[in-house]
């Protein structure tokens, strides 16, 4: 009974990274466009503004999807291992060493993209 909301928001959540990623990538390209053309320099702070609150925004709903699924009652596992329940940064070690590959892989094919843009 459980599972059906669980996994919408965890399908949800999956998107709202995604578009963060997606948007962060379309905010550089846009960026670049708009530095090459005079005629766009007045729409950059509209376009940081969008971006901003777009950000903003998804933070939001992940903060109150992670907000909603700690204070739903779960029976806490034991732990194999203590290294993985010490939170750092408020994520286990698996999860900062996946942000952290995420951060890099998504800087290197920003930088790659608009290399090849140049």
Avoid: C
């Avoid at 909603?68 to 999860?95: F, I």
Wanted: proline fraction near 5%; hydrophobic fraction near 55%; glycine fraction near 4%.
């Amino acid at each position: 009974m459980d599972s059906q909301p669980r996994r919408t928001s965890t399908a949800f959540e999956y998107f709202l990274y995604a578009a963060i990623v997606a948007e962060t990538g379309l905010a550089a390209l846009i960026y670049k466009v708009i530095l090459h053309s005079g005629e766009l320099m007045d729409l950059r702070v509209y376009f940081a503004v969008f971006y901003l609150a777009f950000l903003a925004w998804t933070i939001a709903q992940l903060h109150l999807l992670h907000r909603a699924r700690v204070s739903t009652p779960v029976q806490p596992e034991p732990a194999e291992n203590t290294e993985n329940t010490r939170p750092v940064l408020g994520l286990t070690g698996p999860q900062l060493a996946i942000v952290v590959v995420v951060f890099a892989t998504a800087v290197v094919t920003f930088s790659w993209a608009l290399r090849l843009i140049n």
